[in-house]
Structures are given as structure tokens and as C-alpha cells.
């Protein structure tokens, strides 16, 4: 809910003329505007697919016809589903080393198409849980009725194990056990982000979130119970889901916007996600199987391949990387700043995604990423950099704020309204009321 929403609320509930007239408000430190930067006003751009190999373009552009539902979605779930395919197959290696680990969120309004497509490129991975769990089950009772015979020597019968790639439910326990046998890679994947947000803390107080942020650094993480230690020493750990535009600002609570958990996520945001009217076409069979057939043949990669960044890519990399911090540093937005800071790694993690898709379709098998691969790479980047603005302004409300800042809307609300401290800070600030209280004996000082 934004700023106005909820002045506009309570204006009905306390039967209150609501005029904001702030024209005393001064801080000792600077306060984020809200306002009119043209980098804001500019049109998201489709996701670019021109570095992808032909094959990836082209099942694209067909399946989004074919179903009506936005490009940037069908090209987002192909670039999550092939990440998690490469998994911990594929490190680029140098100054730091990154598997394509990436954080996918697919935003959008109801009903307008984000979990189809989704749910399409993950076909292979669901059918290989289905036949693998059930295979586990089957296993599971063998186990526990040799055990049964052994009167109680259990431990000295070997307890089958489930290798599989997608959590759902979960606890945070069993990611680590699921992770201990799949060290490949496993995927987080709700329907609705914002579920998976609401259960950390919900099994136990485990800091589920100092792990996933731990997580997709690929340090290790531990979790120390009465049985033993369940450790992950280098995760993988891949997460996807929709999310609707107006519940973006839910994922930036509980300190998420500040402490760089939602700056770990790309966002596949298209401007127009209106539904189109029915398709009678469908898939052909041979596309769909050959998608399958590319997804399955990287999952079976043998032998892990190292990459690196040859003398030219780098020099690429290189410039745009210096462009970057140009960017980072002039920033006044600290939410903002956050997340340019995490751009150069998420665009390490495409380059090796981009050559996963080269290596299975074109058989480059060669270390060294190409110029074009980093190319296409840095424009995906760029990309997220626009659909990150986006992001930013639906959660602070873009301009409806008009010239005043959110601190400034949060004071007028406390001093000409009886709406309670706890939700000024909550719904605006998206903070404590602690914060509150500070920012407004700061503006009295």
C-alpha cells in the first residue's frame, strides 16, 4: 500500500481533512526523493534475447505466443531452469568463483501468465522428482521392513536416500539434508514468494534468512542440532517464484531492502502484462521435447568444467564493471546503491548460464567465455538494472510521494493523525517504530 492508499484510509476512518503541508521539516542527513530522475521515467525494455543460441530464441518467442503470456517471463524461466540445470557443473574461475546461482522473481498482476511459464521449463525437473520420490518411497518401506527384521541393528542397513532438484514446503533441516545428497544444485520454487518469506522462522528460530543471504555468496552453513551438525559446505541453492506487484513492498520487510536480501533478486518485470485473447495453437511435440532433451543434457554433465575470462572478455567485463561503480557511487539511494552492488556478480552468474546454453546446443566446450557471451550477459544485466528501478519505485511508491520523502510523510502522519506509530513505521518506512521515534526527535533537535 502506498503512501496516498494509506493517507487516503485513514482520512475515511477518522473523517479528516488530509492535506499534507510539510514545509518545516529539516534533517541533518540527507533524505532519499522520491521524485523525477529521467532514469526512472524511461520504459522497461524486453528482455534481450539476441545472445542466446537460436534454439533458446526461438522457443521463446513461440511459447509466448503460443500461450499470450509476456516474453520477459518465458525467457526468465528458461534462464532459471537452465541455471539450475548447469548447477555446480559449470564454475567461472579468477579473483572469485561463481556457479550460475541466481534468484529469479517474476513479477507481475493475478492472473496474467507468470506461473506457466515457469512451470513449462521446469517439466523435466518435476517429472525426474516424480519418478525419483516415488522410486524413494518405495525404498524407504524395503528399509524399514528389513529393519523391522533386524530387531533393532537399523543402523547397520544402509537408509535409502532421495536425490531430487525442487523444494516447495520445507524445513530448513531438510534443505540441508536434500542439499547433502543433491550438491548439485536445488531450487527453491514457490507459486508465490512471498509464502516462502512467511515461513522463515516458522519451524524454528534457525535465521533461515542470514542463510539464504549467506547462501547465495556460496559460503557454507551450518546447522547445529542434538543429532549432529548438518552442513552445506558450498551451496547452490537456486529460488524462483511470482510475486504480484502490489505485495512487493512485503518482501522488503524485516530489514530485507537494507540488508541487500532483495538486491540478490533479478526481477523479470514487463511493462505490459495484459492477458491476450485464447490461442487455439499449442506446442509442437518436437519443440517441447527437445527443450527436455537440452535440460536433461546438462543436468548429466560428468566432469566439472572450470571457466575463465580470456584477455578480451575481460577487458569487457573490465569496462563495464568501471561503469558500474560510476553508478554505485553517484547513487544517493542506499536501497539502490545495494543493488548495483550486486550487478557485477549476478552478471558473472549469466555469462556462465549463457555458456551453459552454448555448450549443450552449439558444443563450445572451450574454458574461455566468449566476447559475445559476456555481450549478452552484461545486456541481460542492464536489463535488471531497469527492472530493479522498478522494483524500488512500487515498493516506496514511486512519485505518488509528489515532492516529499517517505520520512517526511511518516512525521506529518504521527503529528495530524491517530494513526498508530507501529504502522506509520511499518507501511511507510517499511521499519520499527523505534526508527520512528529517532527520526522524529531528529527533526526536532
Known sequence: MTGWLIIAEYQMKFKQTIIPEINDISFTTPIEDFGDSEEQEQKTPLCPINGFPEFIRNFITTMSDIYGTSRDYWTGSVIISTALAIGSKMELTGKYRNNPIL???????????????????????????????????????????????????????????????????????????????????????????????????????????SNMLTSWSQKGISYGRKSGILNIEKPCIFVTGGIHRELLHTLATDNRAENGFLARMIAFFPDNTEKRPYNNATPDFSLLNTWDQFIEGLTRIKNPKELILPEITSRLYETWYNENVIRINSEPT??????????????????????????????????????????????????FRSTALKVYRQIYGETKFGKYTKEEIAVWLTKNTKMPKYEIAELILKSSRSQLDRLIARKHK
Open 103 to 209: 534468484w529469479g522473481m517474476f513479477v507481475g498482476d493475478v492472473s496474467n501468465g507468470k506461473t506457466e511459464p515457469v512451470d513449462i521449463c521446469l517439466r523435466f525437473f518435476r517429472k525426474f522428482d516424480s519418478e525419483s520420490i516415488k522410486d524413494y518411497n518405495s525404498k524407504y518401506l524395503a528399509w524399514q521392513n528389513d529393519s523391522k527384521k533386524q530387531k533393532g541393528e537399523r543402523e547397520n542397513i544402509d537408509k535409502p536416500e532421495c536425490f531430487h532438484y525442487l523444494l516447495n514446503d520445507f524445513t530448513p533441516e531438510y534443505m540441508a539434508e536434500a542439499h547433502r545428497v543433491n550438491d548439485i544444485g536445488l531450487l527453491i520454487y514457490r507459486d508465490e514468494l512471498k509464502g516462502w518469506i512467511d515461513d522463515f522462522g516458522r519451524y524454528s528460530k534457525s535465521g533461515e534468512q
Open 334 to 383: 542506499a536501497y539502490l546503491k545495494g543493488v548495483y552492488g550486486k550487478l557485477d556478480i549476478i552478471c558473472l552468474r549469466l555469462a556462465v548460464v549463457i555458456r551453459g546454453m552454448n555448450y549443450q546446443l552449439e558444443g563450445i566446450a572451450t574454458p574461455e567465455i566468449l566476447p559475445r557471451e559476456m555481450t549478452a550477459a552484461i545486456q541481460l544485466t542492464e536489463y
